[in-house]
């Protein structure tokens, strides 16, 4: 089992900046990618970003390219995700979730959030206009 924790959600206006952190415990790995991915009222969960815990590559999706970064401190297990230049329609709540299954051979982390096997509750992001 691995347990994920998810903090520092809060409610910012547009243009400002908040940082997420989740913490895992239990079970250790030795291949695995983490990511975070974000649900608003009313719409599907979707892939925010992702890192292979072992690599440090990174994966994006295109909204937030430029504005977010995904990163990670090893002996903290804790990743991170840096989010500037908040826009209202990146209010959802944030979660995230550890791939302990992708193949081999693969070289970024997946987007689908199907593919994950464990959660955090999620944090609430709410960005006023």
């Known amino acids: 089992q691995v347990q994920l924790v998810e903090s520092g959600g809060g409610l910012v206006q547009a243009g400002g900046s908040l940082r997420l952190s989740c913490a895992a415990s239990?079970?250790?790995?030795?291949?695995?990618?983490m990511g975070w991915f974000r649900q608003a009222p009313g719409k599907e969960r979707e892939f925010v970003a992702a890192i292979r815990w072992s690599t440090g590559t990174t994966a994006y999706t295109d909204s937030v390219k430029g504005r977010f970064t995904i990163s990670r401190d090893n002996a903290k297990n804790t990743m991170y995700l840096q989010m500037n230049s908040l826009k209202p329609e990146d209010t959802a709540v944030y979660y995230c979730?550890?791939?302990?299954?992708?193949?081999?051979?693969?070289?970024?982390?997946?987007?689908?959030?199907?593919?994950?096997?464990?959660w955090g509750q999620g944090t609430q992001v709410t960005v006023s206009s």
């Open positions: 239990g079970r250790t790995f030795n291949r695995f990618d």
């Open positions: 979730a550890v791939d302990l299954s992708y193949a081999y051979y693969t070289t970024t982390p997946r987007a689908d959030f199907r593919e994950y096997d464990y």
